[in-house]
């Protein structure tokens, strides 16, 4: 079974650039979730997707932060404009639908912005 | 809130010394809690489920327990190889966040 799939692995962008990264879940998993891990820190739930619509995105920054899931399928996280601050890793991970099923995550993508 | 507490933030062990790791939560409604093992530069990988207190799961050198309030990942006679971040995850009722705390380094000098 493919894993969870992420492009680009690595994006360095100047501050006020714009940068997206995507994300292919696992085939037949309903659930999304975009997660930013900083250095040293545990996943930061950005925001959940049940299917295409959204389940949870009260931490997302949303005056610079969006996502889509188009389809139910993939899925776009974009930052505009770009601050220090989100220099991080950004992790992208999928579950079956149901609280007790695990989510199984993608390599992430390392933003650094300079 | 859903929250999760992990300590200690770092461990260093010798190998063959075995240890714990705690993960304290509160949640409301625990539908399950997940371990992860997390290596530079990777996402994390998924390691256990548990679902009720005095649930037990094992695998290999690794046991993961839970009670009401905490769960504990047990590492008997750890090797280099088991050098890694660990994170624990809760997720409970409502809109079935997934939330994580932030992590125990472990590190097994040979």
């Known amino acids: 079974e493919a894993g969870v799939a992420q492009s680009p692995r690595y994006k360095i962008i100047e501050k006020r650039q714009s940068v997206a990264f995507w994300c292919n879940p696992i085939s037949g998993h309903a659930t999304l979730y975009w997660y930013q891990q900083i250095l040293g820190q545990g996943p930061k739930l950005l925001i959940q997707?049940?299917?295409?619509?959204?389940?949870?995105d009260s931490q997302l920054p949303k005056d610079r932060f969006s996502a889509e899931r188009l389809k139910g399928v993939d899925s776009t996280l974009k930052i505009q404009p770009a601050k220090l601050e989100d220099s991080a890793v950004y992790l992208c991970?999928?579950?079956?639908?149901?609280?007790?099923?695990?989510?199984?995550f993608g390599q992430g993508t390392r933003l650094t912005v300079v | 809130e859903d929250q999760v507490t992990q300590s200690p933030e770092a461990l260093r062990l010798q190998e063959g010394e075995s240890s714990s790791l705690n993960c304290s939560y509160t949640v409301s409604g625990l539908r399950g809690l997940f371990w992860y093992r997390q290596d530079p530069g990777k996402g994390p990988e998924f390691l256990f489920t548990l679902y009720s207190a005095g649930e037990e799961k094992e695998k290999e050198r690794l046991k993961a327990t839970l009670t009401k309030k905490e769960s504990f990942l047990h590492i008997t006679a750890p090797k280099p190889e088991d050098s890694a971040t660990y994170l624990c995850a809760v997720r409970g009722t409502g809109f079935q966040k997934l939330v994580f705390g932030t992590g125990t380094r472990l590190l097994v000098s040979p």
């Open positions: 991970a999928s579950s079956y639908l149901g609280a007790n099923t695990e989510a199984f």
């Open positions: 997707f049940q299917n295409n619509g959204v389940v949870d």
